[in-house]
């Protein structure tokens, strides 16, 4: 029995996929003021009009679609999230700044040495990333626990740093700003993703996250971590571990109980978070969490 021409299978694809079409368009003719035009390109490779206002939803789908689908394909399940600070110092590189800072004012000065004081959290982000990649847990075929951070430097160095040190594989979801931002030469780099949107950015760290580490931050970190009490308080997201590290910190930046006894938030809502100082505490907290060995 003579074998069938693919063209007549059943199950055969009958329209090309968009890459060959690409390719069929590459070998047209392109000498003729209509193939030469803008108008001509093939919409999705036309760059300046998915740029256009018009395309904002559009590039939000792409922005949602291309992390999630590369994250499946590389069969992660879960991560561990660490948030914090772009600006504390490594314990290496924090009695460097406060000698440099004796050369400016008092302020600068006292900036520096807060900053110093601040440099633990380094070495405790680190240690828990590295803690957590050494679990290597693997559930239904797929990796859980993946570190992940805002691909920065600082704490979220520590956090790529730790993962990488421990040999596994570490998530930066990075951001396009107006100055300089470059991943840190930790992270896996086909898990290295830039975001234009910050919406898609905090969607992507809390889509796969089972546990999130908060150390001391800016805007960003405060931003990142009430959103996630948001989410939680208000139930559109189940509850998972969140460490928060650095009382003294916290304490004095915000008060928590002056929230409760205003009323705008319950009493129970200050049980959503977990004060930690160490990566053990931390990571014993999570095991508790989930039933796992601490």
């Known amino acids: 029995m003579n074998e069938k021409h693919p063209d007549h299978e059943l199950t055969d694809r009958k329209f090309y996929?968009?890459?060959?079409?690409?390719?069929?368009?590459?070998?047209?003719?392109?000498?003729?003021?209509?193939t030469q035009h803008p108008a001509y390109k093939l919409a999705f490779r036309d760059t300046?009009?998915?740029?256009?206002?018009?395309?904002?939803?559009?590039?939000?789908?792409?922005?949602?679609?291309?992390?999630?689908?590369?994250?499946?394909?590389?069969?992660?399940?879960s991560t561990f999230v660490m948030y914090g600070s772009a600006r504390i110092p490594s314990p290496e590189e924090a009695e460097a700044r406060v000698e440099a800072s004796k050369n400016e004012g008092e302020y600068e000065q006292k900036v520096a040495q807060n900053l110093a004081a601040k440099a633990k959290y380094y070495d405790e982000a680190?240690?828990?990333?590295?803690?957590?990649?050494?679990?290597?847990?693997?559930?239904?075929?797929?990796?859980?626990?993946?570190?992940?951070?805002?691909?920065?430097?600082?704490?979220?160095?520590?956090g790529n740093r730790g993962a990488?040190?421990?040999?596994?594989?570490?998530?930066?979801?990075?951001?396009?700003?107006p100055h300089e931002q470059a991943p840190n030469t930790y992270v896996t780099p086909y898990l290295s993703f830039q975001f234009h949107y910050f919406a898609l950015r905090k969607m992507h760290f809390l889509l796969r996250a089972r546990a999130v580490a908060v150390f001391p931050g800016g805007f960003g970190t405060f931003d990142e971590f009430f959103e996630l009490l948001t989410l939680i308080q208000t139930g559109k997201m189940k509850r998972i571990p969140i460490l928060l590290f650095g009382k003294d910190f916290w304490n004095r930046v915000?008060?928590?109980?002056?929230?409760?006894?205003?009323?705008?938030?319950?009493?129970?809502?200050?049980?959503?978070?977990?004060?930690?100082?160490?990566?053990?505490?931390?990571?014993?907290?999570?095991?508790?969490?989930?039933?796992?060995?601490c």
């Open 254 to 293: 915000i008060d928590f109980e002056a929230f409760a006894e205003e009323g705008t938030i319950s009493k129970k809502d200050l049980e959503l978070f977990h004060w930690c100082e160490t990566a053990d505490e931390a990571w014993c907290h999570v095991a508790d969490f989930y039933e796992l060995k």
């Open 17 to 34: 996929r968009a890459k060959q079409e690409a390719a069929f368009s590459d070998a047209g003719p392109h000498e003729t003021p209509q």
């Open 164 to 177: 990488s040190d421990a040999g596994a594989e570490s998530i930066g979801l990075n951001i396009v700003l």
């Open 48 to 77: 300046d009009f998915i740029l256009r206002d018009e395309l904002r939803p559009v590039r939000f789908q792409l922005e949602l679609l291309k992390p999630e689908m590369l994250l499946d394909e590389a069969r992660i399940g």
């Open 126 to 158: 680190y240690k828990l990333a590295r803690m957590v990649s050494e679990k290597s847990i693997i559930e239904n075929g797929e990796r859980q626990f993946v570190v992940t951070t805002g691909g920065g430097p600082s704490i979220m160095e520590a």
